[in-house]
């Protein structure tokens, strides 16, 4: 398809972290797949990665979806390569940032594709006011769940008194069930190492009044009451459009009109063993133990090894996604017969999974998984029964999410130990509580997949923002 001139263009911009360029990129599929032109925009940090694992190399014309194109562009934001804390990271961006996107808006507009409007980031809040600075429409991509948008909006308005950690205190927000310290994201606690997170996710708020929208990933069906709830705080919050859940679905599931072309384009930024699809098609149907905790929670050499013999004693084969940077940490002698069997040719090591392919294959019986909000999403809409073992972040509130509101899964509490593994694997995987479980699990599923198909909640939520970008541009 040769470049529509007149498509609208869309530039959607993100933190360069695995758990925000993933629902940038399946959030510009279906945008691309509607008809518009979209480039996904983020740190020059991830250029050649993303380049490699989309095969689409930056700023060029992009590539097919669907009814319209999808290209990549990267702020300008020189980097010298020295290790930066997320503090001093946050901060290069928020220095170098905002000149670099105002820099590529022009550039885009001299090139004859004016952008019509900037979906920014949570952590990225500069992204909304360069955009209304230079007069084009801002949108904001939310890319963790209603109820932590709640919490944390509740939060940065001093509208409740949060529960200190260790206090029981019980934490009441209308439209969530309450919660005790321990559920809400651990950003918030004051001794938290990684607080500037929370700071940089409250910080979005002082300017969201400048988007016109806010889109969330996440679908009205499943966080119905906390979306009805929200319009009833005081001050008003913006309004949450649910256009998720953002996940893959495969070939033909989802993307109306899609020729494919988006549906295998990936954005991983550690190359997937794509292997472990096929040793899954070795294995019995709903009998592997499928273990990850995303891309940058990091397990104590302790944590890691007590899950090796937890996985190793559980008797069920198991998938276990250990990152490069964490494989230092395997017990000596775990791995056997080179990078791949472990635990006497029961298990698959890998050091990163294709993760939605891996959740929608028929062997796999269980997701042990940190509850990041993208693994959340997509186990739900995988159908996966889940044992939840979160670290921090929003993670505590998304694992409780699935065990005690969907009810799809049990918790796996710290300090981890091979014991709790073991029982917290059999309790997912065999008993009427586990079929109960895989049965919520399957509702779930089906409710999600419905949401996102043609004529869905969501998916008339995308279509009614690209209906009105589109407007706008004319
Ligand atoms: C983090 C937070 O934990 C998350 O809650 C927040 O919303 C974004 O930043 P991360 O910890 O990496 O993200 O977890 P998650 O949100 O689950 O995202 C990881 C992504 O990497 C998922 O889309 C998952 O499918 C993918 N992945 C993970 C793989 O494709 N292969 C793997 O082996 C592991």
Known sequence: MAE?????????????????????????????????????????IVRDKLAAASGVSAGGAGVPVG???????????????????????????????????????????????????????????????????????????????????????????????????????????????????????????ASHPYKVLGDTVQGQFRNMARASWVLVNSFAELERDTLAALPGVTPRPPRLIPVGPLVELGVGGQEEGDDGAGAAMRGDLISAAEECVAWLDTQAPRSVVYAS?????????EAVAEMAHGLAAAGQPFLWVVRPDTRPLLPEGFILDGAAAAAGGRGMVVPWSPQDRVLAHPAVACFLTHCGWNSTL?????????????????????????????????????????????????????????????????????????????????????????????????
């Open 4 to 44: 529509d001139a007149a498509a609208p263009h869309v530039l959607l911009i993100c933190y360069p972290g695995q758990g925000h360029i993933n629902p940038m990129l399946r959030l510009a599929k279906r945008l691309a797949t509607k008809g518009l032109l979209v480039t996904c925009c983020s740190s020059s």
């Open 67 to 189: 009814r319209g194109r999808l290209r990549f562009d990267f702020l300008d934001d020189p980097f010298d390569g020295t290790e930066l804390d997320l503090h001093d990271f946050l901060h290069h961006l928020e220095t170098s940032g905002p000149p670099a996107l105002a820099a590529l808006l022009r550039r885009q507009a001299e090139a004859g594709r004016p952008v019509a409007c900037v979906v920014g980031n949570p952590f990225l809040p500069w992204a909304t006011d360069v955009a209304a600075d230079a007069g084009v429409p801002a949108a904001v991509l939310w890319v963790q769940s209603c109820a932590v948008f709640s919490i944390y909006y509740h939060f940065a308005n001093g509208l409740v008194k949060f529960p200190r950690e260790g206090d029981d205190a019980r934490l009441a927000i209308p439209g969530l069930p309450d919660l005790s310290a321990a559920d809400v994201p651990s950003f918030l606690h």
């Open 293 to 301: 905790v995303g891309s940058i929670v990091m397990l104590s050499a």
């Open 378 to 474: 997509e186990t739900v809409a995988a159908g996966v029964p889940v044992v939840a073992f979160p670290q921090w972040g929003d993670q505590c509130t998304d694992a409780k999410f699935l065990v005690d509101d969907l009810r799809m899964g049990v918790h796996l509490r710290a300090p981890l130990r091979r014991e709790g593994v073991r029982e917290a694997v059999d309790a997912v995987v065999a008993g009427p509580e586990a079929d109960a479980m895989r049965a919520n699990a399957r509702a779930w599923s089906a409710t999600a997949r419905a949401t996102v198909a043609l004529g869905g909640s969501s998916d008339l939520h995308v279509q009614a923002f690209v209906d009105e970008v589109s407007r706008r541009a004319r």
